[in-house]
């Protein structure tokens, strides 16, 4: 895994705490290399995926006097998040002929 400090098993099993902690601090930058590098590209990826679900509509004629920005998208938001849920349906495992009610 590229870790520049080498380290042996009785090292670790006898917590050789001088030479596991740089190895320790390595692995900690490394994940959080590794989240930001994943939190980059699924905002991308979000970004991309919102882009081609909500294209931009054509431009308006010039007398046309548009709403607030920041109420659009808030409202685009609000769509994209109440409409967004999933929709479930619940399947039920005993025989419906069996149920008396």
């Known amino acids: 895994m590229e870790c520049p400090f080498l380290l042996a098993a009785h090292q670790i099993q006898g917590l050789d705490y001088g030479k596991v902690l740089p190895c320790q601090e390595w692995l900690i930058r490394k994940l959080q290399e590794s989240r930001d590098t ?33 109420q659009f998208e808030l409202a685009k938001v609000k769509e994209v998040i109440f409409e967004g849920k999933p929709k479930r349906a619940y399947q039920t495992n005993r025989n419906l002929e069996e149920v008396s009610v």
């Open 38 to 70: 994943r939190a980059a590209l699924n905002r991308r990826q979000g970004l991309l995926n919102y882009n081609r679900r909500f294209k931009k509509a054509e431009p308006a004629p010039e007398d046309f006097v548009p709403p607030d920005q920041n």
